[in-house]
């Protein structure tokens, strides 16, 4: 059963959501009709019409809600137990000797059946 709630959406967000794809549009129409300018000029253009869009996309109900997001993830990784560094070296270590000995196993194997393989086929 899906209990997730539809939200109505305001002609205000409408509004809004056709503004950020007219600044998204002008910042691509804009960085090639202006191709001759200096790409320094061209790329911060671009950057500012992208903060302009997204700063009006965060304004929005989706964008709201996708801010809220992006805090509760930030609070959650913030409630992780990172490892010290010596048991990250640990670690390494452990995964390096690991792998270096399943390579020598599988070199051998691919020899013992490399040579069984000339036995039969002569």
Do not use: C
């Not at 801010?67 to 990172?82: C, I």
Request: hydrophobic share 55%; proline share 2%.
């Amino acid at each position: 059963m899906n209990s997730n709630i539809e939200t109505q959406r305001s002609p205000l967000d409408v509004v809004k959501w056709v503004l950020v794809a007219a600044v998204v549009s002008a910042a691509v129409v804009g960085n090639a009709i202006y191709s001759d300018e200096s790409l320094l000029y061209r790329v911060i253009a671009v950057l500012v019409l992208s903060a302009v869009a997204i700063g009006v996309a965060l304004t929005t109900e989706h964008g709201k809600r996708f801010s809220q997001f992006v805090r509760m993830s930030w609070a959650e990784v913030k409630k992780v137990v990172w490892p010290t560094r010596e048991e990250t070296r640990q670690t390494t270590i452990i995964v390096i000797v690991a792998v270096l000995i399943v390579g020598v196993i599988l070199y051998f194997l691919d020899m013992l059946f490399g040579w069984l393989v000339k036995l039969l086929i002569g």
